[in-house]
């Protein structure tokens, strides 16, 4: 992989991890136009770099939140930030008992298939508009909502699933504040990136090599840049309720997409 390539796929997984366009779906529409072999060899160690940056990048926007869930958890009380914690956890089960036990079946989705794909993204076009047009409300997370949240998350494993837009609309329609519905999705996540990236070190699936650093330290850096962006960008959007425009974005290529594995 040149450095060129990688600072531009960066860049991309930084923005569409947190911008609600699905940055699966977009994956499989490029390998679907470029050809499986035109994709980078070293895709597996470098999808887990530029996950890792996105991760750092939530964390670095939302260090002050971060910093108090952190402290009032080792306060050992059953305190604002012990229960928000819970509810992270609550909303993780959902991925996590289908990445444990659907893996194989969702990797068979996984296949260049761009009609499958469209579909999904005029899903997620769907979900952005009903969010944009819910009422503004000071509601916050509850438990039972951090779970039907995470049902979201885990639906978004499907590709042309937006994750970021999955779980602010789930949260959204379901009555809670745009503002804090935005910090949790986002902060969601974080754990199950860092859970996922750990759980294929132990597993062998990938491996440190120093081999690369170069192409890898420019993905890392692009896609960290590009991330702090997005998402500072995004929680702006989701409380000025400016997410149709995301909505017809995603109608526009999902139907693109249906017309092109259709006819072409």
């Known amino acids: 992989m040149e450095i060129i390539d990688a600072i531009i796929l960066g860049i991309i997984q930084g923005l569409t991890e947190f911008l609600p366009v699905s940055s699966s779906g977009h994956l499989e529409l490029g390998k679907a136009i470029l050809g499986e072999s035109k994709m980078?060899?070293?895709?597996?160690?470098?999808?887990?770099?530029?996950?890792?940056?996105?991760?750092?990048?939530?964390?670095?926007?939302?260090?002050?939140?971060?910093?108090?869930?952190?402290?009032?958890?080792?306060?050992?009380?059953?305190?604002?930030?012990?229960?928000?914690?819970?509810?992270?956890?609550?909303?993780?089960?959902?991925?996590?008992?289908?990445?444990?036990?659907?893996?194989?079946?969702?990797?068979?989705?996984?296949?260049?298939?761009?009609?499958?794909?469209?579909?999904?993204?005029?899903?997620?076009?769907?979900?952005?508009?009903?969010?944009?047009?819910?009422?503004?409300?000071?509601?916050?997370?509850?438990?039972?909502?951090?779970?039907?949240?995470?049902?979201?998350?885990?639906?978004?494993?499907?590709?042309?699933?937006?994750?970021?837009?999955?779980?602010?609309?789930?949260?959204?329609?379901?009555?809670v504040d745009k503002s804090k519905a935005a910090r949790f999705s986002f902060l969601m996540v974080v754990p199950l990136i860092l859970g996922k990236i750990a759980k294929d070190l132990l597993d062998g699936a990938i491996s440190m090599e120093t081999q690369g650093i170069g192409y890898l330290t420019a993905g890392f850096i692009a896609a960290f840049i590009s991330g702090v962006i997005a998402c500072t960008w995004m929680v702006q959007l989701v409380r000025r309720s400016k997410l149709s425009y995301f909505s017809i974005y995603c109608l526009v290529v999902g139907i693109v997409a249906i017309f092109s594995g259709l006819y072409l």
Do not use: C
């Open 40 to 175: 980078p060899a070293e895709g597996l160690m470098f999808t887990v770099v530029v996950h890792f940056a996105t991760a750092l990048s939530t964390a670095l926007v939302y260090r002050k939140d971060i910093v108090e869930i952190l402290t009032g958890i080792f306060k050992n009380k059953w305190n604002e930030e012990t229960q928000f914690a819970v509810k992270i956890f609550i909303s993780m089960i959902p991925a996590g008992i289908v990445g444990l036990f659907f893996e194989k079946q969702l990797e068979s989705l996984f296949g260049g298939s761009v009609v499958f794909v469209g579909y999904m993204l005029i899903l997620t076009a769907i979900l952005l508009f009903l969010a944009d047009k819910a009422k503004t409300t000071n509601k916050p997370v509850t438990f039972f909502k951090s779970f039907l949240i995470g049902i979201a998350q885990a639906i978004a494993i499907l590709p042309g699933i937006s994750r970021s837009g999955a779980t602010i609309s789930a949260s959204v329609i379901l009555g």
